[in-house]
């Protein structure tokens, strides 16, 4: 057997891993690609001052009934 037909039959696996490890990397960037177009298009998150008030953390997590008998007061609509 000659030098050549041994070198080529050892390179085809060779080319075929290099082949499927460019498809791999190509996948990879896309899906990176892809990923962070869905990212930017995605509605951010409200900031603390664009929330609803009732919403946002209470300082105190704690009343007493008075003082929450005084904001449901608050948030009563007139009738």
């Known amino acids: 057997m000659t030098a050549?037909?041994?070198l080529a039959a050892e390179a085809q696996p060779s080319l075929?891993?290099?082949?499927?490890?460019v498809v791999l990397v190509v996948l990879l960037l896309g899906a990176f690609w892809y990923?962070?177009?869905r990212?930017?298009?995605a509605a951010a998150p409200p900031r603390?001052?664009?929330?609803?008030?009732?919403?946002q953390r209470r300082e105190d997590s704690w009343q007493t009934?008075?003082?929450h008998a005084r904001e449901e007061e608050k948030h009563r609509y007139p009738h």
């Open 65 to 67: 009934p008075q003082e």
């Open 48 to 55: 603390p001052a664009e929330q609803n008030p009732l919403m």
């Open 39 to 41: 990212r930017r298009s």
């Open 16 to 21: 075929f891993l290099i082949l499927a490890g």
């Open 35 to 37: 990923g962070s177009l």
């Open 4 to 6: 050549m037909p041994t």
